[in-house]
């Protein structure tokens, strides 16, 4: 969805609380290029693929959309800032990993707080005019057995 807003030439601010800016960027460009992500953290590259990379980036360069990596973020307060200090205003907020988003009360059940995390990028969304997509892993103990 994010490429596909990209490629439309929308603002995009990308927000990751799990990879670094430099990871989620390659897997962008992976994506956008049929090339393995392996390849480009291993920066091996082999026939047309460097060619092919080149021509995504010329595409991207002349396309009015940007892309705003925000990385991670402490608390809702630095994803407004991340807002509103980029240089072309975001037609969307993309944010991998909403469950790892920082400000909330640990104490309370892990749902309860899902549910404040959700309540509060919803008012966001509707304070911004601008829609919030985010990724969670509900239940990340199930996801390591």
């Not at 990379?53 to 396309?63: D, Q, R, S, Y």
């Not at 205003?89 to 909403?98: C, G, S, Y």
């Amino acid at each position: 969805m994010m490429v596909n807003m990209l490629n439309h030439e929308h603002n995009v601010l990308a927000i990751s609380q799990e990879i670094t800016n430099s990871k989620m960027r390659g897997k962008l460009d992976a994506f956008q290029t049929n090339i393995t992500p392996k390849k480009f953290r291993n920066n091996k590259f082999e026939g047309d693929e460097k060619e092919r990379i080149k021509a995504k980036v010329t595409e991207m360069k002349n396309k009015k959309g940007s892309l705003f990596l925000g990385g991670k973020v402490n608390s809702l307060n630095d994803l407004k800032a991340l807002y509103y200090n980029a240089k072309e205003r975001p037609e969307v907020i993309f944010i991998d990993a909403v469950e790892l988003l920082g400000g909330f009360n640990s104490n309370k059940e892990h749902h309860q707080t899902l549910l404040e995390v959700a309540y509060t990028l919803q008012a966001m969304a509707i304070d911004l005019k601008v829609p919030i997509v985010g990724t969670l892993q509900a239940n990340r103990a199930a996801a390591k057995s």
